[in-house]
């Protein structure tokens, strides 16, 4: 069972536009929110992150915007570039037995220049 | 620099044959963690480790096995009993607790021939 649902699987933006990537979560156990991106042949590198009690978080042009009782969050990339193109994984965090990580199927992201 | 060496990039397994899969950090993190990745699947738990000489099982442990004697380092064993190997293993630490998210190694790519 998929415990952290991801959409969509794949996306295309043009260069300046906002991508969007949403993710839903069921279990309430889960206390802390990372967003990792990756590039062909490398390991995931943490983007930015967020705590449950809070609603939204920016960095850059990154944002997390986090829905606690609708159980959802969702990245926000603004002026989105070509060396954004990645794959983008939405994760969430255990607060106890071991802090694992269970990680959305992930959005293989193109901007086109 | 600081971070998390995972060897060799590449290896090539024979049907019937154990391999085995480094993972060393100097972050002095507590926490190490395995993962494969397929395509379209996301990013999946083998094994964890919160403190030296303990470890748990993940989502897919079946057919894998892990040691933790040193705090840096935590190897995974692929033995025969994994039926379908072939995979991009990731290994990442972290503190536990608190805002951390993962710091990844960068992979290995396991094929079998």
């Known amino acids: 069972q998929q415990q952290v649902k991801q959409s969509p699987q794949s996306l295309i933006v043009q260069k300046g536009g906002i991508s969007i990537i949403n993710c839903a979560y069921e279990?309430?156990?889960?206390?802390?929110f990372p967003w990792y991106q990756q590039f062909p042949g490398k390991g995931p590198a943490l983007l930015i992150a967020i705590r449950p009690d809070v609603s939204e978080k920016k960095e850059g042009r990154f944002t997390i915007s986090f829905n606690k009782s609708a159980k959802q969050f969702s990245l926000h990339i603004m002026d989105s570039q070509p060396g954004d193109s990645a794959t983008y994984f939405c994760a969430a965090r255990y607060g106890t037995g071991g802090f694992k990580t269970i990680f959305g199927a992930g959005t293989r992201l193109f901007v086109k220049a | 620099d600081g971070g998390i060496t995972q060897s060799p990039k590449y290896l090539f397994r024979k049907e019937g044959q154990n391999v085995t899969l480094s993972c060393e950090q100097n972050?002095?993190?507590?926490?190490m963690y395995w993962y494969r990745q397929d395509p379209g699947q996301g990013l999946r738990l083998i094994y964890y480790?919160?403190?030296?000489?303990?470890?748990q099982k993940g989502d897919i442990a079946e057919g894998y096995s892990v040691s933790r004697e040193k705090k840096e380092s935590f190897p995974l064993t692929v033995t025969s009993a994994q039926k379908n190997p072939t995979a991009f293993y990731l290994c990442?630490?972290?503190?536990?607790?608190?805002?951390?998210?993962?710091?990844f190694g960068s992979g290995t790519r396991l094929t079998v021939v």
């Open positions: 279990n309430t156990a889960f206390d802390y």
């Open positions: 480790s919160q403190i030296v000489n303990d470890f």
């Open positions: 990442a630490s972290s503190n536990t607790g608190g805002n951390y998210g993962y710091t």
């Open positions: 972050l002095n993190h507590d926490a």
